[in-house]
Nanobody, 115 residues
Framework: VQLQASGGGWVQPGGSLRLSCVTSGFTLDYYVIAWFRQAPGKERERVSCIRGTDNSAYYADSVKGRFTISRDNAKNTVYLQMNGLTPEDTAIYYC?????????RGQGTLVTVSS
């Protein structure tokens, strides 16, 4: 079971990025996938998550209205579309799932928002 995040990079304030989390080793349809972020000196934050059974989504207040989570089960991929980025969004982003009572976390992808 693996998760691999990608799509990070540098963007100016107000810009957009789309992160991808490619999964393998399990059937994505049945699992919740979450995006977390960790910024230097700050606590880890759950940014968003999406449920496999009905695609219901959760967003942290800090990103609501700016970020959109989606999934493509055929591609075993979960996306995080990030619009209206601000310097406060600068962090390492990574995707997480719980598989058979074990937390599986992929390597992170760095998002830097600055002018």
């Amino acid at each position: 079971v693996q998760l691999q995040a990608s799509g990070g990079g540098w963007v100016q304030p107000g810009g957009s990025l789309r992160l991808s989390c490619v999964t393998s080793g399990f059937t994505l349809d049945y699992y919740v996938i979450a995006w977390f972020r960790q910024a230097p000196g700050k606590e880890r934050e759950r940014v968003s998550c999406i449920r496999g059974t009905d695609n219901s989504a959760y967003y942290a207040d800090s990103v609501k209205g700016r970020f959109t989570i989606s999934r493509d089960n055929a591609k075993n991929t979960v996306y995080l579309q990030m619009n209206g980025l601000t310097p406060e969004d600068t962090a390492i982003y990574y995707c997480v799932t719980s598989y058979r009572d074990t937390t599986i976390r992929g390597q992170g992808t760095l998002v830097t928002v600055s002018s």
